[in-house]
């Protein structure tokens, strides 16, 4: 049996995804006047809010000054802080709860793993900050996802071999990032997924026996 659980937050544990790229279409729109497509969002999903700007103004083919981009960031972070105010428990995917509970009863170890700088605020929202041993700070963590480090940081802050643990994540980076630290990979999503160890459809699908048999499958 692993002994960890590392997970990602955004479209893991809560749909706060849209929140993020919500905030990002209100701000390009107010300053370069231009419409984001929803083909982008996928490319800014589990990836550092820097990051995600990054891809963003590439797409667009726009260059701004340092300062310019760092007061766009702030910008995007209150907008998305204050739709953040009206979660509840009732955002909490479906087969979470109970996932969580289920390792709990087991003693897995749980950490969050994920780029979001409100990962804390969040769980606090979700009243699941209790369940997690630890919470990854992304400002300490030098190369964001798909670089391994935010999942390595996250096993050693629950005194975890990377190889004792397993991890979920529902972007192609984050998939990534779990494969690159030597950590069996569990996906929610679609077949753009397909590089991780285990893949489930939806969140619901999420359940301690699936994942426990595939990880002893991978594991012979």
Known sequence: MFKGALFDLDGVIADTAPLHFNAWKQIIFKHFGLNL?????????GVSREDSLRVILKYLKISISDYDFMKLCEEKNLLYVESLEKLTPKNILPGIETFIQDLQRNGIKLALASSSKNGPYILKKLELDRSFQ?????????EGKPAPDIFLEAA???QCEPEECIAIEDSVAGVT????ANIFSIAVGGAELNHANKIFTSTKDLTLSEV????????K
Not at 37 to 45: A, G, M, Q, R, V
Not at 134 to 142: D, F, K, L, Q
Request: no cysteine.
């Open 156 to 158: 050693k802050s629950i």
């Open 177 to 180: 990032a779990i494969n690159s």
């Open 134 to 142: 630890a919470i990854v700070n992304p400002e300490n963590i030098t």
């Open 37 to 45: 497509p929803d083909s982008i969002e996928e490319k800014t999903k």
């Open 212 to 219: 426990e048999n595939a990880w002893q499958i991978q594991k």
